[in-house]
């Protein structure tokens, strides 16, 4: 955990012995239940802290979380949003997926680390969207599931509210997605503010922040139903 501990530290972030702890319970868990259902491809410790725990942890040294509300759009086992909650209690956060197993794991893990200020949701991005207080309704979205830019923009930015940002986190070889989706970002409210690259500690895996801030709000008539979003996608 020590690498973990100074890895968070260079990001801005000192963990308490209570967040290292809270850690510890999600490693475990996570190994646990990954026996019975496919939540992550690694299951080292050590892999797990650096590739999926301070991965996630990146966003804090972009951006201030501190008493913010962010959404984490296709959350799987819970990246890069629980993690972020663990480090920054402060934040409000909601963990979506549309796997209603997903998100049962992740709602029994909150429960066993004791968290508050945090939902877990199963439902589709598309349609969460027109729910009470949810549209237009963060300060940041994020995303680390695999879809092309032009279509994570149109399932993210409608939750952001102008002044808000949508943080992708993508490969550093993602030059020609960005300029895929730059028409698009701009139809949505949205408009590409600079690329963050980092290392991730002890590896020379290098991964990118997307900064997509939210100048203006979206179209009611975004987000449309998933298939024509695959069939169709803005750009």
């Known amino acids: 955990m020590q690498l973990f501990k100074q890895g968070a530290e260079a990001m801005g972030l000192a963990l308490t012995e209570a967040a290292l702890a809270q850690?510890?319970?999600?490693?475990?868990?996570?190994?646990?239940?990954?026996?019975?259902?496919?939540?992550?491809?690694i299951t080292d410790r050590d892999e797990i802290a650096v590739k999926h725990f301070?991965?996630?942890l990146a966003l804090a040294s972009v951006v201030d979380l501190e008493h913010k509300r962010l959404i984490d759009i296709g959350t799987g086992a819970?990246?890069?949003?629980?993690?972020?909650?663990?480090?920054?209690p402060s934040l409000e956060v909601t963990l979506l997926d549309g796997h209603n197993k997903r998100v049962t794991f992740l709602a029994e893990l909150c429960d066993q680390l004791g968290l508050e200020g945090i939902q877990c949701v199963h439902a589709r991005a598309e349609e969460r969207v027109a729910a009470p207080d949810e549209r237009e309704g963060y300060d940041y979205a994020t995303s680390r599931a695999v879809a092309r830019l032009n279509i994570l923009a149109e399932l993210c930015l409608p939750y952001v509210k102008p002044g808000g940002a949508?943080?992708?986190?993508?490969?550093?070889?993602?030059?020609?997605e960005i300029g895929e989706a730059e028409a698009?970002?701009?139809?949505?409210g949205g408009e590409i503010r600079g690329f963050h690259d980092y290392t991730l500690p002890g590896t020379d895996i290098r991964r990118r922040i997307?900064?997509?801030?939210?100048?203006?709000p979206t179209p009611e008539k975004y987000p449309r139903r998933f298939a024509r979003i695959q069939r169709e996608p803005l750009g």
């Open 54 to 56: 301070l991965d996630s």
């Open 23 to 41: 850690f510890e319970q999600y490693w475990a868990y996570l190994v646990e239940r990954n026996q019975v259902m496919n939540l992550t491809a």
């Open 210 to 216: 997307v900064e997509i801030r939210k100048i203006a």
């Open 184 to 188: 698009a970002i701009k139809l949505l």
């Open 166 to 176: 949508f943080l992708s986190m993508k490969a550093v070889d993602s030059d020609e």
């Open 78 to 88: 819970g990246f890069p949003g629980l993690p972020l909650k663990i480090a920054i």
